[in-house]
């Protein structure tokens, strides 16, 4: 059952804490965008990707890893980059962002499939979700959107990650078909995680509490 809800507890956790911050500056977000990025990026070397690789050969595995990759940067064309923390404030807005939800849904929906066979992976999806969630949260409450919109935009979201868990669960009708998947995802994963782990670093300068953020993200997922 947790792997239903785990994604839901982390788009309800990042609206609590927007609410309890009060468009204040949430601290350490970069830190936890790093610490979710290598974490996620581990748990898709260790557990994904592995097993895509054997039930695909390496050039069909190699193809859809690729278009995994190629699907997120054309999604992150609607969402300027909201999947790994990259969103722009427009303060006064009252127009309702379709393809900023529109390409998170579905974001959102193909990481759900793996959990499926792969348990582990919805803690990475958990993690990934969170401060994810606390920054679309803040977005849609600076933005001035109305109350029932953002309740809206955050009950569907936070749904569709389940919903691509249960579609999968029901792939074995398709034989063959949930390993491309799957291979999809990872590329989506990949493309997240190195870009959140780029992006958190200001300037590319060390810093010290990011690189041990890395680390224990990386230790976490190896022995979890």
Known sequence: ????????????LGFVIVKFAKNKPIKNIKILLAFSGA????????????EVFE???AK?????????VLLQIFLEFFSKGAEHGHIHIHKNSHTFPWLLFGSLCLHAFLEGFPIHQ????????????????ILITSYLFQSNYKTYQIILFLTLFA?????????????????????????????IFLHISTTILFESSEGHKFNLNKILAI??????????
């Open 118 to 133: 792969h348990n582990d992976m919805v803690y990475g999806v958990l993690v990934h979700k969170i401060p994810i969630a």
């Open 60 to 68: 069909r595995a190699g193809l859809f890893i690729m278009a995994g």
């Open 215 to 224: 680390i224990v993200a990386v230790a976490i997922a190896f022995f979890i």
């Open 159 to 187: 749904i569709m990650t389940p919903l691509g868990t249960i579609v999968s669960n029901n792939m074995e009708l398709v034989p063959g078909l949930l390993p491309h998947i799957n291979a999809i995802v990872v590329g």
């Open 1 to 12: 059952m947790n792997k239903y809800l785990f994604p839901i507890y982390a788009v309800i």
């Open 39 to 50: 974490f996620l990026m581990s748990l898709t070397f260790f557990d994904l990707l592995p």
């Open 55 to 57: 039930h695909l050969n």
